[in-house]
């Protein structure tokens, strides 16, 4: 369990993440709203159930490192901070503005619960790896969890990050990946395919699991049944919907960079329960 209070809820969570990044794209004018929605779910669990962290201490020694790889789905993990008590949930609302520093890809400078930067694909889980493998030469006990995207996975720089965590044993990482199938202009599998995805991990050296993203219980099961493999770093393929939560946003490559405003940010609204 988290050393935090977040809804109890994480589904609860998931759908306060999902309103949040609408409304926060929209009213900023930022795009990847479709990014965001489809790890609502994940993240949520995350922050929720799994993760080690104290947000009235956000650098305390023994937590739980995060990093977004996909930073472009940074305003679902600046909602996620906000709703677990990293920093107030009104601050949201300067998401994408002129001087904000909660810019459209992921940032930590002034931002409690942010461990990295990230927008330029294929750099979080070198870093991630880099930072598992400090840790164990510090005798350190704290995990590491890197979320990236499908199309990430395109980047060779992930493929030589994969290769030395499995080639150290580093079974103090995590890396989820967001496998909504859609990656930015095109399907992933159009794009260049990924499949089989999994035995590319497990040939790698990693444990790799395969789980429904949206499936609470199911998440939660698997991020608890940490490592899976002793000695092996841990990977879950997260089955997830681009733009889960909005049925018109739902499965389609449009809602990558397009911006929720008038008519279609009132359906939004309305999806997800809140009024127009």
């Not at 904000?100 to 002034?110: A, E, F, M």
């Not at 510090?138 to 990050?161: I, M, P, Q, T, Y």
């Not at 030395?164 to 990482?173: E, K, M, S």
């Amino acid at each position: 369990m988290s050393d935090q209070s977040p809804p109890k809820d994480t589904r609860e969570l998931a759908l306060r993440i999902r309103r949040h990044a609408v409304e926060m794209t929209s009213s900023g004018g930022s795009s990847h709203v479709g990014a965001a929605l489809s790890m609502a779910d994940l993240v949520a669990v995350l922050y929720g159930r799994i993760l080690r962290v104290r947000p009235e201490e956000p650098k305390w020694p023994g937590r739980d490192r995060f990093i977004l790889s996909k930073g472009h789905a940074g305003a679902g993990i600046y909602a996620a901070l906000a709703e677990t008590g990293f920093f107030p949930i009104e601050k949201l609302k300067t998401h994408y503005q002129n001087g904000s520093d909660l810019s459209g890809h992921v940032s930590h400078k002034g931002i409690p619960g942010v461990e990295l930067s990230t927008g330029s694909l294929g750099h979080g889980l070198s870093v991630g790896a880099g930072m598992a493998y400090g840790a164990k030469l510090d005798g350190k006990s704290h995990r590491v969890f890197v979320v990236l995207s499908d199309g990430e996975c395109d980047e060779g720089s992930n493929w030589e990050a994969i290769l030395f965590a499995g080639h150290h044993g580093l079974d103090n990482l995590v890396a989820i990946v967001d496998y909504n199938k859609i990656q930015s202009l095109a399907p992933v599998k159009d794009t260049l395919a990924l499949e089989p995805f999994g035995d590319k991990w497990r040939s790698f050296g990693w444990a790799a699991r395969e789980v429904d993203g949206h499936d609470h219980e199911a998440l939660t099961a698997t991020l608890e049944d940490l490592p899976p493999e002793p000695g092996k770093p841990a990977c879950v393929i997260a089955h997830t919907v681009k733009g889960k939560g909005i049925s018109f946003m739902e499965d389609t490559v449009l809602w990558h960079y397009r911006t929720a405003k008038g008519s279609e940010l009132d359906a939004a609204r309305r999806e997800l329960g809140e009024g127009s």
